[in-house]
T-cell receptor
Framework: AQKITQTQPGMFVQEKEAVTLDCTYD???????LFWYKQPSSGEMIFLIY??????QNATEGRYSLNFQKARKSANLVISASQLGDSAMYFC????????????FGAGTRLAVHP | DVKVTQSSRYLVKRTGEKVFLECVQD?????MFWYRQDPGLGLRLIYF???????EKGDIPEGYSVSREKKERFSLILESASTNQTSMYLC????????????FGEGSWLTVV
């Protein structure tokens, strides 16, 4: 069975600093996808970044990068130069082959950016 | 612009009422999903559908049913609402092809009193 673990219920960071949100996953499927979503207080799920299990390079999208360590089954999100608007819940999630793109989610990390 | 629309953002219902949560997507996606979100638990899959009239149970289907009569519409039904179904409900859709094609609605906050 697939599982996503986010061990940090809450994190805080100073504005303009970088922050790493942890995510580990468990699957025996060799083909899978890893996602990070941001959820502000309004409730919408905002897609941030995607990493396929066969992708050789770590994914990057603007200030977001995914530190993909396949052997350790880790997919940490790095946010560089934090902004006040980054304060939100962050979810790590995965899909797997044959899963119809069902997402398995972690419990989430609440990030607070302080001025 | 891609769109997944959930009909109601905020609902308050009484225990025992039948509740319908509607979700419509305009991307001709084959797959549609209903998730429930609770603090500390993340999002959990209630039901999903991979084609019209096809449905599969997710991880927490008890107390829920779904309907997909048209490709663009996926409805979540609470036959007899209970207070433990107070939660945030999120609909999503995706194409059959490609992993990175998953889109979410804005969420429906349901309170059962």
């Amino acid at each position: 069975a697939q599982k996503i673990t986010q061990t940090q219920p809450g994190m805080f960071v100073q504005e303009k600093e970088a922050v790493t949100l942890d995510c580990t996953y468990d699957t025996s499927d060799p083909s899978y996808g890893l996602f990070w979503y941001k959820q502000p207080s309004s409730g919408e799920m905002i897609f941030l970044i995607y990493q396929g299990s066969y992708d050789q390079q770590n994914a990057t999208e603007g200030r977001y990068s995914l530190n993909f360590q396949k052997a350790r089954k880790s997919a940490n999100l790095v946010i560089s130069a934090s902004q006040l608007g980054d304060s939100a819940m962050y979810f790590c999630a995965m899909t797997f082959s044959g899963g119809y793109n069902k997402l398995i989610f972690g419990a989430g990390t609440r990030l607070a950016v302080h001025p | 612009d891609v769109k997944v629309t959930q009909s109601s953002r905020y609902l308050v219902k009484r225990t025992g009422e039948k509740v319908f949560l509607e979700c419509v997507q305009d991307m001709d996606h084959e797959n549609m999903f209903w998730y429930r979100q609770d603090p500390g638990l993340g999002l959990r899959l209630i039901y999903f559908s991979y084609d019209v009239k096809m449905k599969e149970k997710g991880d927490i289907p008890e107390g829920y049913s779904v309907s997909r009569e048209k490709k663009e519409r996926f409805s979540l039904i609470l036959e007899s609402a209970s207070t433990n179904q107070t939660s945030m409900y999120l609909c999503a859709s995706s194409s059959r092809q490609g992993r990175n094609t998953i889109y979410f609605g804005e969420g429906s906050w349901l309170t059962v009193v």
